[in-house]
């Protein structure tokens, strides 16, 4: 059975026939983005009711462990193990930074969070304390996963109620979301907000809590391609610290090196969503709850549960609360100058 919860500029439809949730633009014909607001592909909710009760098979544990960290993140204690001997996900430059002995201040192992990477015959697992989280036959999405499931540890007792990628700082007192698909230039304006003064949580994704709709990042190195390095390294104190590229012409910058952090904050007081032309005129507009709501989904975003009426009704309420804005900009000054605006006309 559909249901219609209304919004500013259209409505948010649940379609459990595909579990995912429709957004309907009162300006446009019906919109269905099932990508961003559906369950991942292979993903097994952590209920009761669909729990993964396998243990792990006798061959994927005598599986080399590859590398193995230990981080701490909002009071958690953390360990990842890596199982996988023919694929490099990534994930190690990422989180290399956030590594801790978990042995000190007389922590228990019964206390510590395992969480391991497996691939057999092309499918990719992400395991949890023994039981099975995630599969997937495309191993790029392996870290992108585990960072959402890294987030949901931290936020544990509370619920996340969306994941968003987008860059999440602290900018003038105001929590802000920049909202873009890989590429579309969010972590060197991130940066460029963290050099005038920002506070950064994270440049890629964040987690929205659902009883009070703080926000959460999980502080990972910022990626920064080839083609935006020119950029960046002049933002940087000390460039050398983002050390040399990966063999995809990447530079993994750690956060401490970019100015002040934080890994959680209030309510976003304004989503803006990036569209960046190397020489374009600035400017923004506002965008309604729908319009808004699109625009973060086709940035990317991911729903940590089977979409109902529930999810879709906490979801229509964070769109209602929050401030959208679409903001085209053709240079970094621009960007930052832009933001820094954006954020003193908040309602």
Known sequence: M??????????????????ALVVIRSTTSVETLPE?????????????DRSAVAAYPPLRLEGAVRWEIGLRFLGKAIRIRNRLAEVDIGLRRRIAHLAED????????????DFDLTADRGSYTLWKNGRILFTTSNPDELAGEVCNTLLTVAVAPQQVALFVHAAGLVIDGATMMLCAPSGGGKTTLA????????????????????????????????????????????LLSFP???????????????????????QRALPAAVVVALFYRAGADCDWQPLDAASGLAAVIAAGAVLPSIPDAAVARTLGQWCQRTRFVSLTYGSLEDGIRAVHAIGTERS
């Open 191 to 234: 940066l460029g907000l963290a050099a005038s003064g920002a506070t950064l949580l994270t440049d890629d994704t964040v987690a929205i809590v659902k009883d009070d709709f703080s926000v959460v990042g999980l502080p990972v190195a910022l990626r920064v391609r080839a083609s935006g390095w020119p950029v960046v390294e002049r």
């Open 2 to 19: 559909e249901t219609l919860f209304p919004i500013d500029g259209g409505a948010i439809l649940v379609r459990p026939d595909i579990e």
């Open 36 to 48: 961003g607001l559906a369950m991942p592909d292979g993903a097994i909710e952590e209920r009761s």
């Open 102 to 113: 978990l042995g000190a201040e007389g922590l228990g192992e019964e206390h510590v969070i």
């Open 240 to 262: 050398a610290a983002a050390g040399d590229p990966s063999p995809r012409g990447i530079r993994h910058i750690p956060p401490r090196v970019v100015g002040e952090t934080r």
